[in-house]
């Protein structure tokens, strides 16, 4: 009789133990998945890309050139030289640029050698040219195209002065990048919300970002470098930001 009692007993208590280990693991399971899921809800992420676009006004033209002169000795073609560039800087003061504000690099020479009737050049030197190149600035960019569409005339007066393109700059650069940058990533954050609601989802605390390069490109241009444009041909440009953002959707 006790035998039979101690082993009811026995089954009893393996039966409580098993329906205990029971439940523990279902509630394990049941933690386990509840983690995993808002784990996995945390983890989900969605990437936007943002842009923002200004128009710009140039602020600062630069205007380049040269006048050259060549005669048939050293001597002669730097005489010649320093009587052109009187007229070169009378002419630049009646376009409005006074001769201090002309910046003038140094006086570069080299000898012209003669070509033979086989189309090489031989030893025989012919004659030496002198040039300087000018360098003009002025915040009046509409002044710098004017005078760039002009100066060729100056070969009306004797005078072989090459013009370079102008360029024009726009100096308030680095604040603008700061400010367009902030726009795209505003713009990225709408989209994405967008996104998220037309989802039934909420739009979480942003987790990335992603700067891309500035395109600075003449007015209605749509050229795009992935290495950035900084266009200098152009007085009206715009500025586009572009930025890669990542959001949690919760």
Same mark, same amino acid.
């Given at each position: ?38 784990? =996995?809800?945390?983890? =989900? ?9 200004? $128009? ?17 000795? +050293? ?5 010649? !030289? ?5 007229? !070169?800087?009378?002419? !630049? ?34 004659? *030496?040219?002198?040039? @300087? ?36 700059? *726009? ?7 700061? $400010?367009? =940058?902030? $726009? ?13 609601? +037309?989802?039934?989802?909420? !739009? ?10 500035? @395109? ?10 992935? *290495? ?6 152009? &007085?009206?440009?715009? &500025? ?7 959001? @949690?959707?919760?």
């Amino acid at each position: 009789m006790n035998n039979s009692s101690n082993t009811m007993e026995n089954k009893n208590k393996v039966s409580i133990d098993f329906g205990i280990l029971g439940i523990s693991f279902i509630i394990g399971i049941i933690i386990f998945t509840a983690a995993w899921k808002s784990n =996995q809800k945390s983890n =989900q992420t969605i990437t936007v890309t943002g842009s923002a676009k200004k $128009e710009i006004v140039s602020d600062l033209g630069i205007l380049r050139g040269t006048i050259f002169v060549q005669s048939l000795s +050293a001597s002669s073609a730097y005489s010649e !030289l320093n009587r052109q560039k009187p007229m !070169l800087i009378s002419y !630049l003061e009646q376009k409005g640029f006074p001769k201090d504000k002309i910046d003038f690099s140094t006086i570069n020479s080299y000898p012209v050698y003669e070509i033979g009737p086989n189309g090489y050049q031989t030893s025989r030197i012919i004659g *030496y040219v002198y040039n @300087q190149r000018i360098e003009l600035k002025s915040v009046d960019v509409y002044k710098i195209k004017d005078l760039s569409l002009d100066i060729s005339s100056l070969i009306e007066k004797g005078i072989d002065f090459r013009v370079e393109p102008p360029e024009y700059h *726009y100096t308030k650069i680095a604040d603008l990048k700061i $400010e367009i =940058q902030a $726009e795209a990533a505003k713009d990225a954050m709408v989209r994405a919300k967008k996104i998220a609601d +037309a989802t039934d989802r909420d !739009l979480g605390p942003m987790r990335s970002a992603r700067m891309g390069v500035l @395109q600075i490109t003449p007015k209605f241009s749509n050229a795009v470098s992935d *290495y950035g444009i900084n266009d200098l041909s152009s &007085i009206e440009k715009e &500025i586009v930001g572009v930025v890669t953002a990542s959001f @949690q959707i919760e």
